[in-house]
């Protein structure tokens, strides 16, 4: 019987590896909020910058849409799809089912893709 963790070992390296050089030829883009590297870019967002979409941290924009929004207590600042970002007030806490979207507001723009996304999605696709 083998140990997950030894079957398993090197999943973290390979996954670092995987998606390291994603993009490829390019420099590391930089979040326009913190000025850090996007690395994980699969979970990036594309924020309209101009004529270019960039990748931005998804914690960069929860933390600067909590900053622009006024939030109300048991109300918070989730991810409702397809590029759009919410304010949310749940009725309970404890119990996140039961909500309502007090406020939506899209980040993405709509009905397109950006270009750097296109090419993260071919690359994972073929992997």
Not at 29 to 52: H, I, K, M, S
Not at 68 to 84: A, D, F, V
Request: hydrophobic share 25%; charged share 35%; net charge positive.
């Amino acid at each position: 019987m083998t140990n997950s963790r030894n079957r398993n070992g090197g999943w973290k390296r390979n996954r670092k590896r995987r998606y390291k050089d994603s993009f490829p030829g390019k420099e590391v883009p930089r979040c326009p909020y913190c000025g850090q590297n996007v690395r994980d870019v699969l979970t990036a967002v594309a924020l309209e910058q101009g004529e270019a979409e960039a990748p931005t941290h998804f914690d960069c924009v929860i933390k600067k849409l909590s900053e622009e929004e006024s939030l109300q207590p048991k109300e918070k600042i989730c991810y409702l799809g397809n590029g759009s970002f919410g304010i949310v007030r749940f009725k309970n806490p404890s119990d996140p089912k039961n909500f309502t979207i007090k406020k939506r507001i899209q980040v993405e723009p709509e009905k397109q893709e950006a270009s750097w996304r296109k090419a993260v999605s071919r690359r994972v696709n073929s992997i």
